[in-house]
């Protein structure tokens, strides 16, 4: 196990969120609760990336490359904000295109929908 | 000159909003103006870029800090044959009824996109640009409003995004080893790394995300049902199977030469042949034109896939030039797939007779694509494909790429089945723009072939020699594969059982879903433990 001393524990954290919401993508027929697994897999890249090097002397989140310890990066709450507003718009995109889709099939279930592709017009 | 870099991005973007506030009428005329200046910028941009490489640092900053746009001669091809695909499609596409405003819109937006997607060189920006070209595109799929195209598109906008999910994960962990997301920094840092082990885990992530896009093994369900769906725009299933699809081949490429102390070519190499076999077999099962042109493209990836991971530096180019050459004829195929459908008002390769007769422009253009896809001689398929199997050392390989070969053409003899048979009555005649572009695309094709070497060696300038005995060989090949495969199809070998069964598999969300943390798996445990 040499390979999770390198992470700290709000990154491990972050990682069995990540598979969590990978289980929910992987095992829910329900279409609404993709969208939301997601959502939950975004959440934790989001944590990741802001508690990394958590309990480090110096700043976050990258060891070695800034000269004073005294200042954040900002590089990864500027991205980790532009993350945020990306996964607000694919979740916005995705539940309107759910909408849709329940409108002419009367589903929610991915199953019920791929039998009924080829029927529904 | 570097700032033209940005201009290729923003410039179809600011066009296409632009076009969505002014009235209907103007629209295609300011489209083609924004066409012309961004085809112009590419062309000269592609003869700048020929001594040195091109860099703008967006507002001045260096990469570790800043956003910077990079072109060698490798992406500005790609930029260049982009633009100029997409101009092509705003003619073809000039009189259609779905298209208006807010088509226009998303056409030049994605447009703009896919330019960014082979010039950035920050892999978050490169991230944000996937993100937003996937919800355009899905946008796209279902432009038309139907049912069918509902189902396919939430499927494409689901799977995509959820793999963009490793990527951000990937390149996250990543940023927290190297420091920085510009892929030409993480070029230089990554080699002085002391524990390379370390990379293993956001390597994984990163390639499975990019083998997605790139429709690889068992990630490539989604492929069909995006390029295929019945009541996409046909411009729409050429600007995805021609164009957007390349992205991720690109970024492939971009992302395993940045990370080469990682060498994974033998997993990709296995994985392309993979590919382009199942690709072939599902496309000979197939009845639907556009299905088994979905299906081709699957495999003719993972003929790039094979090239691109054989460690010689002549299939690497011959690989490129595949991926240009498969843009021109793919895209070709899908329009006139397009004019097919909506003359013959079915999509069964069975029913559908007398083409040839019925519309001969539009099926010189298709036999011109065929013959270049299934890798005829004179024609631009036949050059990659010659590069390819020339650098391929084994007889192994070299057999392989002749069963690949000749699965492509058992599938296209059967589509080609269409242009037999007598002429079908009260068929309007075929716009003059349209025929002219199809002309235009299969001309190109032919063009490729005769000079192919020479524009191999123009834009990339490298020596590659095409030896006229091994040609002729090659040549003799073809011929012998092309009649055992019209025998084959006159026996009736592709309407088996098998390939009924084959047929009517359909993976539903779950199982694509599943695929990609399998793939995952696979590939970080191959670099525990290999």
């Known amino acids: ?121 | 000159m570097s700032y033209l870099l940005s201009v290729l991005i923003l410039l179809p973007i600011i066009a296409g909003i632009f076009i969505y506030l002014v009235p209907k009428k103007f629209s295609l005329y300011l489209c083609i103006f924004a066409q012309i200046f961004e085809v112009a910028i590419s062309v000269f941009c592609l003869t700048k870029v020929q001594q040195a490489g091109m860099v703008f640092n967006i507002g001045g900053w260096q990469p570790p800090v800043g956003i910077s746009l990079y072109a060698d001669s490798f992406s500005m091809s790609f930029v260049m044959l982009a633009s100029f695909l997409f101009f092509m499609f705003v003619i073809y596409n000039s009189s259609r009824h779905y298209v208006d405003r807010m088509f226009y819109m998303l056409y030049l937006t994605l447009q703009g996109l896919i330019a960014g997607i082979f010039l950035l060189d920050d892999l978050f920006s490169i991230f944000v640009l996937v993100e937003v070209s996937t919800i355009i595109v899905s946008l796209l799929i279902m432009y038309k409003r139907d049912s069918r195209s509902m189902y396919d598109g939430l499927i494409y906008l689901l799977i995509n995004v959820f793999s963009m999910t490793f990527f951000l994960l990937g390149i996250v962990v990543l940023y927290k080893i190297v420091g920085t997301f510009s892929i030409r920094l993480i070029t230089e840092i990554t080699p002085q790394l002391t524990d390379k082990s370390t990379l293993y885990f956001p390597y994984a992530l990163i390639i499975t995300s990019v083998s997605l896009k790139a429709a690889l093994m068992p990630l490539f369900s989604w492929l069909p049902k995006a390029h295929g769906t019945p009541s996409a725009p046909s411009v729409v299933s050429a600007v995805l199977s021609g164009l957007y699809v390349k992205g991720g081949v690109y970024l492939f490429f971009r992302i395993t030469s940045a990370l080469s102390v990682i060498d994974t070519s033998t997993f990709f190499l296995a994985c392309g042949i993979i590919t382009a076999v199942v690709g072939f077999m599902l496309a000979i099962s197939q009845t639907d034109i556009k299905l088994i042109l979905s299906y081709s493209t699957v495999s003719q990836l993972g003929i790039v896939m094979l090239a691109l991971n054989l460690g010689d530096e002549g299939a690497v180019y011959g690989g490129i030039y595949h991926m240009l050459s498969h843009a021109l004829f793919k895209s070709a195929l899908f329009l006139c797939a397009g004019i097919i459908i909506e003359k013959y008002e079915t999509r069964n390769v069975n029913k559908i007779r007398g083409v040839f007769k019925t519309m001969p422009v539009v099926s010189i253009a298709c036999i011109c694509a065929i013959l270049a896809v299934t890798g005829a001689p004179l024609f631009n398929g036949a050059i990659s494909k010659y590069l390819i199997s020339h650098s391929a050392n084994s007889t192994l390989t070299e057999g392989v790429l002749i069963l690949i070969n000749f699965g492509t053409q058992i599938y296209f003899v059967k589509f080609a089945s269409i242009f037999w048979g007598t002429k079908k009555d009260n068929i309007k005649r075929t716009s003059i723009n349209r025929q002219i572009v199809l002309l235009v695309l299969g001309v190109l094709c032919l063009i490729g072939g005769l000079f192919g070497t020479q524009i191999i060696e123009m834009l990339y300038s490298v020596d590659v020699y095409v030896e006229l005995k091994e040609y002729l060989e090659k040549s003799l090949i073809y011929l012998v594969t092309l009649s055992i495969s019209i025998a084959l199809f006159r026996l009736g070998v592709t309407d088996n059982k098998f390939f009924d069964k084959i047929r009517t598999f359909d993976a539903s969300f779950n199982t694509i879903a599943l695929s990609l943390p399998l793939f995952f798996t696979v590939l970080l445990s191959y670099l525990m433990f290999f």
């Open chain 1, 1 to 121: 196990m040499e390979f999770i001393k390198n992470y700290s524990l709000g990154e491990i954290a972050a990682i069995i969120i990540f598979f969590i919401g990978i289980y929910g993508v992987i095992a829910r027929r329900n279409i609404v609760k993709t969208v939301i697994s997601i959502g939950i897999i975004e959440s934790a890249i989001i944590l990741f990336f802001v508690a990394s090097n958590e309990g480090y002397t110096k700043a976050p989140i990258v060891k070695d490359t800034l000269e004073s310890g005294n200042i954040a990066d900002p590089i990864p709450q500027a991205l980790m904000i532009t993350a945020i507003v990306i996964g607000v718009g694919i979740t916005a995109v995705a539940l309107t295109m759910f909408i849709n889709l329940y409108h002419k099939y009367g589903t929610t279930n991915w199953e019920k929908a791929k039998n009924l592709r080829d029927k529904v017009q």
